[in-house]
């Protein structure tokens, strides 16, 4: 479900009522911070599992079943 002109531009005015109009560029920069800390996380969690999979002699399971 993908949301249409109208429907953003509605959204847009609630949240300008709901925040006021100077807090959304501090809003929206707290969001994309958070989304740069989540995929920082997310990226050294597979790092970590990769080197866990070379520690113990490469691929296992985890690929297998992937493929599955």
Partial sequence: MAL???EMAFLAV???FLFGANKIP???RSVG???GEYQKALNEV???AAMQD???GGMTESVSS???
Wanted: charged share 30%; hydrophobic share 45%.
């Fill in 33 to 35: 911070l958070a989304k």
């Fill in 46 to 48: 597979s790092e970590n």
């Fill in 14 to 16: 609630i949240a300008i």
């Fill in 54 to 56: 070379m520690d113990r």
């Fill in 66 to 68: 992937e493929q599955e």
């Fill in 4 to 6: 249409g002109t109208l």
């Fill in 26 to 28: 501090q809003l929206a």
